[in-house]
């Protein structure tokens, strides 16, 4: 697991693909306390860029969406919105990716669970994004078979 900053290194291979490129530009030796104004004029891009990332930068800058909305770091009602990202996109790389996710969901978790767990504090509306905790569930699920 990475702790550190993703180098030139860890991003190898991103000059071959147009989305990892410019997440490359946004996210490029940056920590994850640097991404909060990004994730604060654009979470839903910022989040899509996640999905094209070379591994390491990705098992690495996940955190910086997690810790965006758990340092309460979003505009006045935009928690739904990064919430709902967040979960697609740990779900998308659970069915499709789950290599690049699995080494990181342990520490995840906990953030994804209190999420669930708060969904009055973030002001999610279940008719727009569904229920926070299914969708935990669906996560967990997932997570579990994949791990035997």
Not at 60 to 86: K, Q, R, T, V
Not at 104 to 118: C, I, K, T, W, Y
């Amino acid at each position: 697991m990475h702790n550190h900053i993703p180098t030139e290194q860890d991003w190898e291979g991103y000059q071959d693909d147009i989305d990892a490129r410019y997440a490359y530009e946004y996210f490029f030796g940056k920590t994850i306390y640097e991404l909060t104004e990004e994730f604060r004029q654009s979470v839903i891009e910022r989040a899509d860029e996640l999905r094209f990332m070379p591994v390491r930068p990705f098992r690495y800058y996940i955190f910086a969406l997690s810790h965006f909305i758990m340092e309460d770091n979003y505009l006045e009602g935009e928690a739904d919105m990064a919430i709902d990202c967040l979960f697609t996109l740990v779900l998308e790389k659970l069915n499709e990716y789950p290599e690049n996710i699995l080494p990181v969901m342990e520490r995840l978790l906990p953030s994804l669970q209190f999420m669930a767990d708060n969904v009055e504090r973030y002001n999610i509306s279940e008719e727009i994004y569904g229920s926070v905790p299914n969708r935990l569930q669906t996560i967990l699920q997932r997570y579990r078979m994949l791990q035997h």
